[in-house]
């Protein structure tokens, strides 16, 4: 709760000082600050169990009565903390390039603050109407950031594309809400008391699951309905592409994870095989298509696709391996997303041929590179590949469907094809061009890169860092 209020207030602070002051360079130490609270209130409250002793105790949180329709725990609190830390990261590492967008910096920092208050209330809602609210808290200002290159006629093309299948999909969702409301025997929002039982499903909650499941395969990116990313990820300014990419989608699927799990878990068996259809086909389909790409930001959008798919394992599979496992998948891909694209964001030349000859001209951002493609490929020793093996971990515990487990190692093996061919690039191949933008390099900027670095390599060797916290306490 700390988190969801902080990060408002503080959204409407960086609007007001946007009006009142235009040096865009102080823009940066506000959003910093802000996040910093909004981490160190989130941690507080993490830590504080007394707070999730007595019944609903913890839902009076900072004086507000929410009417039990958001609940904490240690999972979701502890996904946001991964959120707001990968946050401070990426406002440390671009938040230069941020002010170079365009003149109103301000608002651009006050929209994310937004965003992450959506994320904040998707990971945590307990009724379908807070989740609606979540998912469009968080996507209205994605549109904003989208276009916000008003210059840039692929910013603004991607904005409208965006904009108009976010609205189909919302109206997708209101409709699965209102099967789901109107065929639940208890006539409730609340996602604890659909309770569907063992038996069959009632027929409007089916058509209502369905729906939810496509609204929800959007938001996620999952096939078939992920034709709208790779134009949007490449029209965006590459600053905001890598915060849709990282913070956004993992928030995306820490609700599907909770929706699925209270609303419709004890009817998994009803639903798994469809979802394990959808799994293998984003798996197959951002696999394949990313290894055409000539363009390394497009290649990442359709790579997000294929990490999707991993991610999908935990709504597949809804056990304790699952949920350890998406939040150290979401942070092991957040940190090297966000470490990828802040690189490319100083590269001359987006294409694979623009990284030749890094390593000699910049050994430290090779490096760092190199670390963060092995850890998307799920290279052991980086938290990418824990990442993996908990997802396919969960998906064997489940105890079904075993050939997608063999089908997404099969995929993840075609990854290891389009990101070696960018380290392949970094050092065996030579380029007469000024590789990247030394002016934007800084010695901070180096370092913040080692350390994102050096953190997926710990988080690889020792996961309990970061899943412990999923059982210090359960409400």
Known sequence: MNAIIITALWGVVMMLRGVFSKNKSSALP??????LIALAGNCYELVQPQWFAGGTEYRMLFGVDVKEMLHFNSFNLTFIAVVLFC?????LLNGRDIEKTGEHVSEYFALIFFVLCGVCLSATFN????????????????YILTGSDKRNLKSN???????????FSTGIM?????????????????????????GKMPVMVAV????????MGFKVSAAPFHFWTPDVYDGAPTVFTSFMATIVKAAGFVAFVRLF?????????????????ITAATLLIGNLTAVFQQSVKRMLSYSSIAQAGFMLFAVFALNETAKEGLILYA???????????????????????????????????????????????????????????????????????????????????????????????????DSNEAVVNESGITPTFRYLLVFTAVLIIVLGLFPYILTDWLHYYIP
């Open 127 to 142: 009724t379908l109407l807070t989740l609606f609210l979540g998912i469009e808290i968080m996507s209205i200002p994605l």
């Open 208 to 215: 209502g699951l369905v729906f939810l499941l496509i609204a």
């Open 174 to 198: 209101l409709m699965g809400i209102a099967f789901v409301y109107g065929g639940n025997s208890s006539g409730s929002f609340f996602i604890d008391n659909i309770n569907l039982g063992e």
């Open 261 to 277: 799990e209270n609303a419709f878990g004890a009817v998994q068996s009803q639903w798994q095989a469809l979802l394990a259809v």
């Open 87 to 91: 946050t401070l990261l990426y406002f």
């Open 157 to 167: 093309e991607a904005a409208l594309k965006y904009f108009l299948m976010g609205s």
């Open 30 to 35: 506000w959003a910093v600050t802000g996040l």
């Open 331 to 429: 942070a092991a891909y957040s940190l090297a997303s966000i470490g990828l694209f802040a690189i490319l964001v100083k590269m001359n030349d987006y294409t694979v041929d623009g990284f030749n000859g890094l390593a000699k001209r910049e050994p430290v951002l090779a490096l760092t590179a190199t670390v963060f493609l092995l850890s998307l490929t799920g290279v052991p020793l980086t938290a990418g590949f824990l990442g993996k093996f908990y997802m396919l971990t969960a998906a064997m515990k489940d105890g079904h469907q075993h050939w997608l487990v063999l089908f997404a190692v099969l995929c993840a093996a075609i990854s290891a094809y389009y990101y070696f061919k960018i380290i392949q690039a970094i050092y065996f191949r």
